[in-house]
């Protein structure tokens, strides 16, 4: 029997960076958990946590300075694309992830390593 994946996207409104943290690690945990007990239905469940993807609305609602500054926090020097997030949701809906089940993946450029 043919088993399925989810996906699930945890969001945040960003009022601080430890903040963010607790969240992401709360967010792991119950991937884990949901991963562990729906494993044996073949069913995979990972969990995506994107960092600032430059979107038309960031662009609208964030002052330019105010976006270099979070760029600047970005080790890889630039804010994710939705590209970025749809290359791994890709990855993750396909035959190559098919062993991969109750992980939180950071889709951040390196934001979550400073």
């Not at 562990?36 to 946590?49: E, F, I, K, S, T």
């Not at 190559?96 to 390196?110: E, H, K």
């Amino acid at each position: 029997m043919p088993g399925g994946g989810l996906r699930h996207f945890p969001q945040l409104a960003r009022v601080s960076h430890n903040g963010s943290r607790a969240f992401r690690r709360t967010s792991a945990g119950l991937t884990a958990e949901a991963a562990a007990q729906y494993g044996p239905r073949n069913v995979r469940l990972n969990c995506l946590a994107p960092s600032t993807v430059r979107t038309e609305q960031i662009e609208r609602v964030m002052p330019a300075e105010f976006r270099e500054r979070v760029t600047a926090l970005h080790p890889l020097g630039r804010l994710g694309l939705p590209a970025d997030v749809a290359a791994v949701v890709l990855f993750l809906a396909s035959s190559a992830s098919s062993w991969l089940t109750g992980l939180t993946i950071d889709v951040d450029g390196g934001r979550t390593l400073v």
